[in-house]
């Protein structure tokens, strides 16, 4: 193994994500094992000099300083493009230990990235692809048009493949929640009791009762609305959203439906 001061050097100088890094050195640049990588805590130099988060009041203050509107250029990247405090120092401290992370790894990327793919220009929706279109070729094996690709894979691959695993995890979660409070010889116990009292009352549900009871009609209420039809206000988005945000979405038409039939329609 290289020794600390070498680690440091080498760690500086290669971006996280690399090929080195993935198929592996032998040392701490080169593996995600953790037993492989210096102990960062132990050396004060390095680790302490990480600008750490300032209180809860200080931060919007701190992002000020740290972030400027018009300096988001390749040179700072990503520490000119992290907002939040927690997530510079944490950064940091990961890429020191030469381990790979999202930042470096998407810079790694944007060296090789395909234009096609870029601007929406490329898909691979059905076996007649992959189509690619340019201005010689207007138009994919099917017949859509640049408008109709680059919409369709931000609709589809943007969002609604996002969506949908958050609503199983949703779901899951809402799941769980059920069957701790109806089966205590699984094992799963509610933790934090009054946070679902809090969401409970949120949610407008009686939350001045037995709180197993209070856990099965939240887990209900939660698992209805996602069967909710799309053309009906989401109960949770009524719940849970910023006032502002949803007066503009009704403005517009926009309200979301239930999260099943949002995705299904979207399709
Ligand atoms: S552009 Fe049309 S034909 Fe080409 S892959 Fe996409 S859906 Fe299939």
């Not at 609709?155 to 769980?176: E, K, L, M, P, S």
């Not at 409970?200 to 209420?221: C, H, I, P, Y």
């Amino acid at each position: 193994m290289p020794d600390r001061e070498q680690l440091i050097t080498s760690t500086d100088e290669v971006s996280r994500g690399d090929v080195e890094s993935v198929l592996g050195r032998g040392d701490a640049s080169g593996s995600n094992d953790p037993d492989a990588h210096f102990d960062v805590h132990a050396n004060a130099r390095k680790y302490y000099d990480i600008a750490k988060s300032p209180p809860p009041e200080g931060v919007f203050a701190w992002q000020r300083e740290h972030i400027r509107t018009h300096d988001q250029g390749a040179d700072g990247y990503p520490l000119n493009i992290i907002l939040d405090p927690a997530m510079r120092e944490m950064y940091q401290h990961v890429h020191a230990q030469g381990l790979t992370n999202v930042f470096d790894r998407w810079q790694q990327q944007e060296k090789i990235r395909c234009t096609f793919c870029t601007q929406g220009l490329s898909c691979q929706l059905c076996a007649q692809g992959p189509c690619r279109i340019n201005p010689k070729v207007p138009r994919g094996a099917c017949g859509v048009d640049a408008h109709v690709m680059v919409a369709r894979n931000f609709v589809y691959r943007h969002v609604t493949i996002g969506t949908a695993a958050n609503i199983f995890h949703a779901q899951q979660a809402a799941r769980t929640l059920k069957a701790a409070a109806e089966e205590p010889e699984s094992g799963l116990t509610i933790r934090d009791p009054d946070k679902l009292l809090k969401y409970a009352e949120m949610a407008g549900l009686n939350s001045k009762q037995d709180v197993n009871k209070v856990a099965r009609t939240f887990a209900d209420w939660v698992l209805a609305d996602m069967g909710r039809p799309y053309y009906e206000e989401a109960a949770m988005v009524q719940a849970f959203a910023p006032a502002k945000r949803k007066e503009l979405w009704r403005k517009l038409k926009l309200f979301p439906g239930g999260g099943n039939s949002e995705v299904a329609f979207a399709k």
